[in-house]
């Protein structure tokens, strides 16, 4: 069974940078997003990448995050720079989902979906003010 595994979650102050770290040994994804889900929030899609390199952001993100691969190493990696306590959240990647890629207004999302995909356990990540 494929069991993707972030890391790079931490607490950080308003402004600074983390970078987040998605792979599974030996498993090479196709596409690959990442979700957020906060304290009494919905789940969202942040980011989403395909085998074709493209890409898709949350609004409240673009221009903040950077979604990228390497395929040698079965990694993705979200880079978030300028980081607002909104961004505060538990952040689950997940690899050949399925899933619908953006904001579809009135149809909420759950996440993790271990039917859809394979999904890490997430990692949280803390801004504070």
Not at 15 to 23: D, K, N
Not at 66 to 88: F, G, H, V, W
């Amino acid at each position: 069974e494929v069991q993707m595994m972030e890391s790079g979650g931490g607490s950080v102050q308003a402004g600074e940078s983390l970078r987040l770290s998605c792979t599974a040994p030996g498993f090479s994804f196709n596409h690959i997003s990442w979700f957020r889900r906060a304290p009494g929030n919905e789940c969202e899609m942040v980011s989403h990448m395909n085998n074709d390199g493209s890409t898709w952001y949350l609004d409240s993100v673009k221009g903040r995050f950077t979604i990228s691969r390497d395929n040698p190493k079965n990694t993705a990696y979200l880079q978030m720079n300028s980081l607002k306590p909104e961004d505060t959240a538990v952040y689950y990647c997940a690899a050949d989902h399925g899933l619908w890629v953006g904001v579809i207004p009135g149809i909420r999302r759950v996440c993790p979906l271990p039917s859809a995909g394979y999904w890490g356990q997430g990692t949280q990540v803390t801004v504070s003010s």
